[in-house]
T-cell receptor
Framework: ELKVEQNPLFLSMQEGKNYTIYCNYS?????LYWYRQDPGKSLESLFV?????AVKQEGRLMASLDTKARLSTLHITAAVHDLSATYFC?????????????FGGGTRLMVKP | GAVVSQHPSWVICKSGTSVKIECRSL??????MFWYRQFPKQSLMLMAT?????????EQGVEKDKFLINHASLTLSTLTVTSAHPEDSSFYIC?????????????FGPGTRLLVL
């Protein structure tokens, strides 16, 4: 059974600081997704990582994938309050079949002014 | 970008009644749609995979007779919660897989919040 674990589960940080969220998964996969969820809302796609060594950046967020270590990271640079949300990683267990995604438990990020 | 809609966004119903939730891909065709359930402060749990023109594939522990899924067309899937009970109260999110382009990805609907009294 595929397991996807995120840590930390909860993160409170000051504006302007940096931090990294980790996503470990237990089986071979070379497709990993990061999503953002605001309270009461659905998921917003942030990054799609499709190969080992993939790195993508959007604003203050940067995601990377190491398929050998079965690890993805989401790095936050100089956090701002608007980044407060819950972040989920998800692993595609059956590529090519319309994505069977298994989600991590989520990391709730709170950025304090 | 690809847009997925859900209807209704909120529903409150009495115990024992059935509730239908629609999921539509607005500007693309989706041969596969997914239904998720999310309890408060928890992650998304896949309930079932819906393929156009065939029976849905349910995840372990999900009752197929309780959660009826119909994928009538390439742009519409419906989830019917039959004889709903308070424990079925949850946030139901659908997604649709887009095969266009290099990056195959799922696009998520805005979710339907169900409260069963």
């Amino acid at each position: 059974e595929l397991k996807v674990e995120q840590n930390p589960l909860f993160l409170s940080m000051q504006e302007g600081k940096n931090y990294t969220i980790y996503c470990n998964y237990s089986t071979t996969s070379d497709r990993l997704y990061w999503y953002r969820q605001d309270p009461g809302k659905s998921l917003e796609s942030l990054f799609v990582l499709l190969s080992n060594g993939a790195v993508k950046q959007e604003g203050r967020l940067m995601a990377s994938l190491d398929t050998k270590a079965r690890l993805s990271t989401l790095h936050i640079t100089a956090a701002v309050h608007d980044l407060s949300a819950t972040y989920f990683c998800a692993v595609d267990t059956l590529p090519g079949t319309g994505n069977m995604l298994t989600f991590g438990g989520g990391t709730r990020l709170m950025v304090k002014p | 970008g690809a847009v997925v809609s859900q209807h209704p966004s909120w529903v409150i119903c009495k115990s024992g009644t059935s509730v239908k939730i629609e999921c539509r891909s607005l500007d693309f065709q989706a041969t596969t749609m997914f239904w998720y359930r999310q309890f408060p402060k928890q992650s998304l749990m896949l309930m079932a995979t819906s393929n156009e023109g065939s029976k849905a594939t349910y995840e372990q522990g999900v009752e197929k007779d309780k959660f009826l899924i119909n994928h009538a067309s390439l742009t519409l899937s419906t989830l019917t919660v039959t004889s709903a009970h308070p424990e079925d109260s949850s946030f139901y999110i659908c997604s649709a897989a887009s095969m266009a382009g290099v990056e195959e990805t799922q696009y998520f609907g805005p979710g339907t919040r169900l409260l069963v009294l």
